[in-house]
């Protein structure tokens, strides 16, 4: 069994700084793709940034140049550092890891979300 737990969230202030942090536990054999995906209130879930197991990171256009994702293949985590926060960044943030759990055979998992608020 494969659990991956977020933390990090809170309150901030327009224009501060949050780091989120997602470790993967239980049986696994390597991490390839890692991700972080949020949820607004009434808005579809987006995925904001990626990161492959060869270090190439994508991002949506709306936290380019703000919100850097990395990880650490040594403890399984993916991390999401987010500055110069706007209200709109409120959501509910997911991160995402693609597993192999037994050798060859990979698994699609996801966190259960941890919220942040961007409010002055």
């Known amino acids: 069994q494969v659990q991956l737990v977020e933390s990090g969230g809170g309150l901030v202030q327009p224009g501060g700084s949050l780091r989120l942090s997602c470790a993967a536990s239980g049986s696994i054999i390597s991490t390839t793709t890692m991700a972080w995906s949020r949820q607004a209130p009434g808005k579809e879930r987006e995925l904001v940034a990626t990161i492959t197991g060869a270090d190439d990171t994508g991002y949506a256009n709306s936290v380019k140049g703000r919100f850097t994702i990395s990880r650490d293949n040594a403890r399984s985590t993916v991390y999401l550092q987010m500055n110069s926060l706007k209200p709109e960044d409120t959501a509910v943030y997911y991160c995402?890891?693609?597993?192999?759990?037994?050798?060859?055979?990979?698994?699609?998992?996801w966190g259960k979300g941890t919220l942040v608020t961007v409010s002055s």
């Open positions: 995402y890891a693609k597993i192999m759990y037994r050798q060859g055979v990979y698994g699609n998992y």
